[in-house]
């Protein structure tokens, strides 16, 4: 049971660490990105193939370099210019991105999955009680917590994090104070999607990677920021935490319908409340 | 405005009834692939693919079938039965009338019904849903691999020699992961084994670990895996992280295979299961083979699947051969009771359901001449491999 | 300010800015289709836009929604998958009649659709697109999983009797005769949203789109209106499912995957949702578009991808944008 | 004698947090009255009136319309019973047609004079078009039909006149009068324009801070030392 | 040198053309009124200014350097601060918070946290309380608070005294006039005219989107100014 949790934890994280990035970008440029998937993919191929050079912290460090480019890129030929037009358009136009990024990889990468090993020194288990657990496993809760706790950090006591949460309330007040919101949107998607990469790289000694794995996180990652109030990211950290564990402790114990349980939560918390866990930036 | 939109339709017209009139050449046997060259099978898709061009290769080399070269025209199915049915219709539409390459059962399901209208004809080499040759059989559809329940009886003579008694199962939540586990709950409680824990998680499940928490806190001393591709390395990857693969016994059915061996590494290694195609078997056939196939696709062997495809193609050629037509009636005739010479032996093609009768093999990943593979250690005859067809089959 | 102006201009209720000429070509493009089957084309162009008209009323249904209310969903899966499955099911599982299964499944299905609205009538904008997702996706979960009840991801074979409304079953399964099915389903409704959204509801609709809150100010019920858009649009996507599982005769859970409902978003955009026909013509030219770089490469995923980037960038209003008002341009018109 | 008032008002409040917006107000308008309701920026007006006409939530007090209380009605229900109103932000509908929009607006209401508002307001020769496609002096004007069409008992008119230039707002203001007689109708206006106010009104109620800050005839307030200094400011004036 | 200038601005939202020609300047140290009626577009000068109001055509200096594009926050890095209408404060954040937004760390003078708080005492009493559940007149110390917080050269005041007591305006008044007298520049955008008649010097006054007089307000009988702003 306690070693379930743990597990609820460690999928919470992943989910997590993917989540945030999705809600960086939400809050400054009010896009559900749907290339955010795609990202977390080319970070985690990236990540692999930069491995075979800088060993696994080097490729690691590659991937959410590029990543973080490829986000400036985006904010840079996508979002700013679309940031008048209908959300729908720059959302879709994410999706364009999502679909040439699968296909991308598979010309580059191949169709076959690839599977990365732990790096040395997380590669062993360590004892819990009586029960062996992966190091690396507890490593990726304390990624995800490091994230969380250095991101909240920023937002609550820096004078940038400061600006990042005025500017997605209010982007034009803080304007006014002189702060240049599109810089500040440029460096926040880039962080964001630096997010994805990370996220992706730290996952591809858990999960194989596949040109669709993209896809296949997306959706539970968007069911997390819906559920935790869109832009949110406390929100985002208690939905992960919840859905991680709806998800965990539903394979336990009610096999037969755990994969539709964050589903119906998200379901039922928008019924509730339409805007999910919280409002906006807390 | 109307002229433009005139002209448009003028070309389009024109290029359509082109595209058309190709097809009424019959000099060749052409053959259509849907297979999924994208998508989460994208891999197998490949594999199919690869086995298909080698045997086509080959045979024209030889100067094709009875003087007529084999033609191929592949078709993306990305793995999902409705685009499956509507692209095996284009090619059936465009001449290709003899099919191949479904991966998933649902694209085999959803075509072989069609068969018959389209006066087709279809080669299963990867689909293992029962259905197939059972309530949903066809009389132009033929099976070259191993259904499910077939398996169980490969799996009977492995398990009754293991000395584990308390098993669990993880399986693919899809008709053939389930199908397998209850195959392989009925060959365990045969002969005396107990299944403590089972699991079956959903197509592209990503974390795997509630799964083998459970399996581990179940008490099993072994555990039956029927788990394919991503699914299968993701569970492979993080049930060696838990130390479930050094602690129990691990054996599974598309499992380990040579794909999967080649991106999993040293954690594949000392897996058992059922191996429906070897490139390690010893027979004169099959050595040739893989000669050949390393000679057209250097420093690779032929992988599970591709063997299994090559082997549906060399029955299908005999059939063709033995036809000496290229109508699919006559072929889907020919092929019926057929008896003929194949990589892993001789082959015959069952009347009552399409399903050919051969052998099955069991094995382990091990290292062999420095790299690792799934090695044959047991091989179960045919008679013993394929239990009798199903009744439900009304051909 | 004076009653000069007053005896000027009959009243005339005009909702969009459709040029005759656009009407004209309208009717020829309708007629046409009904001699396709006639002119001798290959099958495989009939079959392929037979399938695309199914795409296209799936499509239609999803524009309409936007069009009509605001709402982008990303979740029509589940009404046109979910009519399929319900036909599906029904042949199967009831001794009901080839003809009331046929007609009772989209009817279920948009009693669904009118019964979910009231729950996705409380949220809107992105909120609306991700609940009308879940929605779909658990359905497609629970079709998936229940594996006594749809056979899991290898799907089900319909089984109806071999004569169904006096036709033999293999009229509605042969791409030649059953193009015209779903084409003049494709066109009936096209018509008939063109009526509506011409009509009191459609101005009232639109209205509360524009403005829900006036809408109540000037005395109006806005919940119901919106329900009944959403139940409508329900509708068309699941005489388009209904379709489908007729002319396939084999169903899978894919039909209820939410990246069915995606495309059908993104074909509706690509056609252009301010035009009821928009996303019509949009299915026609993307599944056009995929079977045409299907035959050349794998690479149709890429295609498709760039071919959206672009017309969303380039097109704002989509391909039946561009065509009005490329109308419009050669009738020397005001560009619209 | 409650049914010789057309509007009886009685203790509206709402509260924003901590907050009072409007904060225990009270007011009665007779049959064929037209009420000029004035105050600085902030001082509640607009909320009066959203108050008034059901807007919004968490609001206190009770609305009597021609006898009848009407607090506990909807939006719609109010217009139903007679009740109609602008707004002070333009708040039409963009992709409708002008008199599309306008015969809509007519539809739940007692009788379609649509083409008399139209003509009233100088819309007839642009009612075909899109009303987003007309100028903003339009699409106020457009807001206004939209109150006005179908005659309502009681009209809530929250700054017509604003961004219009003298002429064209004293033109107005003519205009709401002879309606007014025309077709029987109670006003209350909300107005920054004083010469609108009064040229039109019959009485003026003036807000301060959420609250009234007095009653009376035009005249009597605009020599009401409280009133002006409310606006002058005490120091300063 | 004058710190904004605008030289015949026209300016739209969408295709709704507001401002047809407007043309103002604020030199070091002054103190500027613009008034007029609701609705003649004052608010919108402002807009233009941080690019929330399109320009069409026109020019738009700050410290005498034409911008181009406009963009919100080179007006407040060129020493403009906007106390912009109805206070926006920012959702979310702190008093502290709010104030800590306006500074400029690269901007010296003498304003900081503490000056502000001692300034405005109840700002340090509700400092780490959320900015929006304070009355109107405390967001109004707190908007212009974090306007100051910049240290800013010209302040723009945009109808400040909307929605607050005759008491606090003229609190507000005083504080204005003892900022000016530090040497701060002010643009009052008003339309209470005891406000504009203490803290104003020259005026502009706008009608139907252009400016139509302009002068000493000391030249301007009381009278006269009334009418100007008609309430």
Redesign the interface.
Known sequence: ML??IL??L??AG?LYIVSVGLVLIFGLRRVVNFAHGGFYMVGAYAGYTAAMVFGFWGGLIVAVLVLGLIGILLDYVVFRPLQNADHMVTVLVTFGILLVFE?VV?MIW??????V??PYPF?G?VQLGD????V??LLVIAVAIAVALGLTLWLRFSRAGLYVRASSVDALTTGMQGVDTEKLSLSVVGLGTALAGLSGVI?S????L????GS??LI?SFIVVVTGGLGSFAGAFIAALLIGQV???G??YV?NVA?MLPLLLMVVVLILKPTGFARSYS | ??TT?LYAGVAA?AF??A??AS?AADATIKIGVATA????Y??L??QVKRAVDFAVEEVNAKGGIDGRKVETQY??TQA????A??QA??LV??GFTILTGSI???EA??IA??LE?WDAVMMGTVPK?D?LTGA?CSPRFFRANIPDYADAATVGTWLKEQSEKKWAIMGS???WG?NSGASFTKTASGLTRDIVAE??????T??F???I??I?DSGAEGVWVALA??DA??FA??AK???LIDKLKVAGVSFVTD??V????D?SKGIYGIINYSSTLDTPANKAFVDAWAKKYPGTLPANFEGETYLGMQVLFAGIDKADSTSPEDIAEALEGIETDTIIGKISVRQADHQFVRGNFFGRIEDQDGTLRPVVATSVAADVAMPAADDACKL | MSNLSMAAAAPKVRTSTTPP?LVV?GIAVALVGFVLPW?G?????L??LT?ASMTAILATGVGFLVRQAGFSSFGHAAFYGGAAYLLVLMSVYTGLSGEAVVLLAPVIATLAAFALSFILLRTQGVAFSMLSLAIAQALF?LM??W?DLA?????L?MRLPREIFGLKL?FF?KADTMFLVSWSALIIIIVGLVLLSRSHFGTLTLAIKNNEERARFIGFRTLMPRAAIIALSGLIASIGGTL?ALY?????P??LHWSLSGEALIIAIIGGTRSVWGPALGAFLFVILR?FA?NYT?H??SIVGLVLIAVVILLPSGASGAVSS??NR?RGGRDV | MSDTYMLEATGLTRRYGGFAALNNVSFKLRQGEIRGLIGSNGAGKSTCMDVLTGRGRNQQGTVCLNGQDISRLSERERRAVGLSRSFQKTNIFPELGIRQQVQLAARKAEFDNTEEVLAELSLTAIADRTASDVSYGDQRRVDLALALVGKPKLLLLDEPAAGLTIEESLAMARHLRNLAERWKLTILLVEHDMEVIFAICDRLTVLHLGEVLTEGLPDEVRANPEVIRAYLGSTFA | MSLLELQNVHAAYGSARVLHGVSLKVEKGERVALIGRNGVGKTTVVNTCIGAARLTSGKVSFMTRVQKPIRAFRAARSGISIVPQGRRIVPGLTVRENLLLGSAPDRKGPWNLEAVFAMYPILRERADGLGTAMSGGQQQMLAIGRALMANPDLLILDEPSEGLAPVVVDELGASLVRLAEQGTAILLIEQNFGLIRSVGDRYYVMAKGSVVEDGRLSALTAEELKRHVSV
Do not use: C
């Open positions: 070693i379930q597990n609820g460690v999928y992943l296909d598979q191949g169709a076959d999955t690839l599977s090993l732990a590669d288990t029960i062996l657990f992966p690396y496993r996952a000694p858990l999960l194989a596949s040109p669709s794995m296949s996180i539970e998800h965990n402790l394979i336990v096999p994969s | 405005m109307r939109k017209a359509l009834i595209a058309g097809s060259l994208t998508g989460a994208g891999d898709g490949q078709q993306d999902k039965a409705d685009i049915r509507q219709e284009k539409n465009d998933a059962s649902g399901l959803g019904p069609m209208r849903a259905a949903e939540d899809t008709a389930r699991g079956y998680a959903g197509l592209g990503n974390d670990a509630p799964y928490q459970k581990l591709g991503r390395i993701n990857q993080q992280q838990f130390g794909n999967t080649k991106t999993l590494g954690v | 000429v070509v002119l084309l290959p099958r495989n162009i079959s392929l399938s979960e998936m999983r594996r056979n899991g991801e290898d799907g074979r293999s399964q489908f396939n005769g084999y169903i899978t894919g039909l079977d299907g794998t149709w995923q490329l109308v050669i």
